[in-house]
């Protein structure tokens, strides 16, 4: 390591300590920048304009003033350099070995329509284009018209919109986007199929759920076949794989083909996109030289909508169907519904109906009678496995290491953390806390609290995570 790799180091240390960065915003925008020497100085290399710009406006003066002081008073530089992204990645896609040999057949829904332009004919030009569209599977209605941004997804959002400018560019390739349930993950990735699909209807695009794609690899293994499969894949312009955790488990060979696949598109300059309910390495059960490939493009994170979203997405949503809903009324669903988009969708849905089917306008009174039930379950009980989920996330470790005897600071911090929230947060007794971390007895519950109470009292950075869990929690 040189030694302004280890300034680096040193620096993104402290700036995570400091709380200037979250682990999210490390792993979106930090992960892949670069610190070398130009001529004895240190430069700090993005590999595209839109990371280097967010960073040099939102956190370069406190970064570079750490950086400054770690080098002995030198100013360092922050640069965008395409070329030198693009070899770091293409090293990392390298040392990667490639899956090869397949075997013949399998059917698989393939279009069996003529895309070059000159077969269409200005009559059919609209039907052909129909057929186009659907054999993308993708879903008409997600498109980034129709997708609200705010701070959680703003960035996922200009990435999105970047993408559609340039796919396959290796600096956003692969985009992997992660994130809770029915945050906007797919409507994002789908934004940008059709965006992609508007410019150039000819691109070969396929959406699909990595259930379907498991579907498609137990066929061929049934017909002992892999030709056709690879084919369909490999021939792609654009791979928008739904949910890829789904491909994680015992499913070897599905993890196999889609190495294959997923290589030999990157290498041909393909854009792929997956979308995931978390960070590459918390996926539990998949092939580490896939967790390696996900993570060796861009990352970004989507995180529940703040209330200024939620309202604005329910405004929205309201506009689309022709109803005329009030601020207030929005307000008030905004305020109740916090979960996810799909649950604040299914709420104002309900609200609509009620208006409609009792014959009154759309009031906060007709909106609390039609919400009675999801508002008595929006206050939610926590249990002990959300607090472990939601820690785990928070930390960036697996659950599996949560449970298991190691103790490592970067371990048993997290579990303690989550142990002592778990008092705090349910009904359940020490001996059953304890059980519930790995069989783990009442005093390691107690000390656990003690360490923590102890801890969020000298130490800001803690208390302000434990606070920011409870929030995370409750919410
Ligand atoms: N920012 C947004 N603006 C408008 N609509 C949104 C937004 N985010 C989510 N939605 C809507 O919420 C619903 C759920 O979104 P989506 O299916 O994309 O979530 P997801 O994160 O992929 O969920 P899952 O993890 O369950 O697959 C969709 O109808 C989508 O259009």
């Keep these: 390591m040189t030694e302004f790799e280890i300034v680096w180091q040193q620096c993104v240390m402290l700036i995570k300590e400091q709380g200037i960065i979250s682990d999210a915003e490390y792993n979106t925008w930090f992960r892949n920048l670069i610190p070398r020497a130009n001529n004895s100085k240190m ?19 406190k970064v570079s003033s750490i950086l400054q002081e770690l080098n ?11 070329p030198v992204a693009a070899k770091i990645t293409q090293e990392i896609g390298n040392s990667s070995n490639l899956l090869v040999k397949a075997e013949p057949v399998l059917e698989i829904e393939s279009v069996a329509i003529s895309r070059s ?30 997708l609200i941004r705010g701070n959680s997804n703003q960035l996922a959002y200009a990435i999105g919109m970047h993408i559609t400018q340039d796919p396959g560019n ?14 906007g993950k797919t409507h994002l990735m789908q934004a940008i199929g059709n965006e992609i699909y508007r410019k150039n209807p000819n691109a070969k695009i396929r959406y699909l759920h990595a259930n379907d794609y498991i579907q498609d690899v137990v066929k061929a293994s049934m017909r002992q076949g892999f030709d056709e499969l690879k084919r369909y894949y490999n021939g792609l312009d654009l791979l928008l794989m739904d949910d890829i955790q789904f491909i994680a488990g015992d499913k070897t060979k599905t993890q196999e083909e889609f190495f294959y696949t997923f290589n030999n598109l990157l290498d041909k300059g393909k854009q792929v996109i997956m979308t995931c309910d978390t960070f590459p390495k918390n996926i539990n059960n998949l092939n580490e030289r896939l967790i ?20 604005a997405i329910l405004k929205n ?42 014959r009154k306008g759309l009031s906060i009174a007709i909106a609390k009678e039609a919400l009675i039930d999801i508002i008595a379950s929006e206050v939610r009980t926590v249990s002990i496995d959300d ?44 001996p059953a806390i304890g059980e519930a971390f790995g069989g783990r007895d009442h005093t390691t519950v107690l000390h656990a609290q003690k360490t923590i109470s102890q801890l969020r009292e000298k130490d800001e950075k803690i208390e302000r995570e434990y606070k920011l869990l409870i929030q995370m929690l409750q919410n």
């Design 43 to 61: 430069e700090v290399v993005a590999g595209n304009r839109l990371i280097h710009d967010f960073i040099n406006k939102k956190y370069w003066a």
């Design 170 to 183: 290796r600096n956003h390739n692969p985009l992997f986007v992660y994130g809770g349930v029915g945050l």
């Design 317 to 358: 949503k309201a506009l689309r169907s022709n109803i005329d809903l009030d601020d207030e009324v929005a307000f008030f669903i905004g305020q109740n519904i916090k979960s996810n988009v799909r649950e604040l969708e299914g709420a104002l849905n309900k609200v609509i109906y009620h208006a409609k089917f009792s």
């Design 117 to 146: 332009k000159n077969s269409i004919k200005p009559k059919v030009e609209k039907e052909v284009l129909t057929q186009l569209h659907q054999s993308t599977k993708l879903n008409k209605d997600f498109t980034f018209d129709s």
């Design 292 to 311: 390696s490939r996900f993570a060796s493009g861009l990352t970004v994170e989507i995180q529940p909508p703040e209330l200024e979203m939620r309202v």
């Design 72 to 82: 002995n008073g030198t100013e360092v530089d922050f640069i965008v350099d395409k």
């Design 387 to 430: 607090i472990q989920k939601v820690v785990c996330d928070f930390y960036k470790i697996k659950i599996s290491d949560l449970l298991s005897s190691k103790r490592t600071q970067l371990i048993a911090r997290p579990r303690q953390i989550a142990m002592t929230l778990s008092k705090e947060l349910t009904q359940h007794s020490l």
